[in-house]
């Protein structure tokens, strides 16, 4: 797999890898559990000729740092996106985000949405509906320390293939890619970290505010993601006003794979359509 070379950056002290390519309005695309960056691969391929797409690794993730003593919480991330767009001198961006990507995502649009232009959020984590099996039995210390301490390729499949529609995709050059964080001691402890930091008091205490937002807002589910619940994008189509929503019937969880090209039309079209409503009002 042809992946979209690393960049660095230190945002608020932590050293964070990010992907970028592209040129037009400025996109930062977030990543959620159990993968990194490189998930965006497909769709920044399609849409690299009008956006600048930037795709980082969350704290604990990927290539960035893994400090053992840091906030990975979603909070903590949001923080860390907002000093990265600083460290890149991006004042706002349309934000692209997927699973516990997308609860960074709610908290970034709620505290800080004048660094945003846009919200779109695909297969999100919301509410009190996660974190979901088998998230919740390895936040167990015992468990948590076991799992790491066994943690294998195999198992690792076992999550990839329930979290796709179309089984054949998960071939053996898919299963490297989001194997390589987790071949070092130091990737298998940032991926245990953040699952210790889950926690959904942080997304339901914002419910109110979600009710607030007034950023255009496109919603994406993919109707066969068998981890998260599709009460998600029900309610966050009911809370946010005036939110845009799209079922794919043939999108498991990483619907990035899954349907890479009507994951890049459907962001391209809404995004395109807002960097023309905003020309023309100039």
């Not at 167990?140 to 195999?154: E, F, G, K, T």
């Amino acid at each position: 797999m042809d992946l979209t070379p690393y960049r660095f950056a230190h945002a608020a002290g932590r050293r964070l890898a990010y992907r970028r390519r592209g040129d037009g309005a400025p996109v930062l695309m977030l990543h959620g559990v159990a993968s990194y960056s490189f998930l965006w691969d497909p769709i920044i391929d399609r849409m690299r000729d009008r956006f600048d797409l930037i795709a980082p690794d969350l704290l604990g993730c990927g290539a960035s740092e893994k400090p053992e003593h840091a906030d990975h919480s979603i909070r903590g991330q949001a923080l860390l996106m907002v000093a990265l767009l600083d460290a890149l001198e991006i004042d706002s961006v349309h934000l692209v985000a997927h699973d516990v990507g997308g609860g960074v995502a709610q908290i970034l649009a709620v505290d800080h949405p004048q660094r945003l232009r846009s919200l779109t959020l695909i297969n999100p984590v919301g509410y009190d509906y996660w974190p979901v099996q088998p998230i919740t039995t390895m936040r167990a210390p015992v468990i948590r320390h076991l799992a790491q301490a066994v943690m294998n390729r195999s198992m690792l499949r076992l999550v990839i293939r329930h979290a796709l529609y179309h089984k054949e995709l998960l071939t053996a050059e898919l299963l490297d890619a989001f194997w390589a964080p987790f071949a070092s001691e130091e990737g298998r402890r940032g991926f245990f970290q953040l699952i210790r930091a889950i926690n959904n008091r942080l997304l339901t205490e914002i419910q109110p505010q979600l009710q607030r937002i007034t950023l255009p807002t496109l919603l994406v589910r993919g109707a066969a993601d068998a981890y998260l619940s599709a009460h998600i994008i029900s309610d966050l189509a009911r809370d946010i006003p005036h939110a845009q929503t799209h079922t794919l019937p043939q999108g498991g969880h990483f619907i990035q794979i899954d349907l890479p090209n009507q994951i890049s039309t459907l962001a391209a079209e809404f995004l395109s359509q807002l960097e023309l409503s905003s020309k023309n009002m100039e």
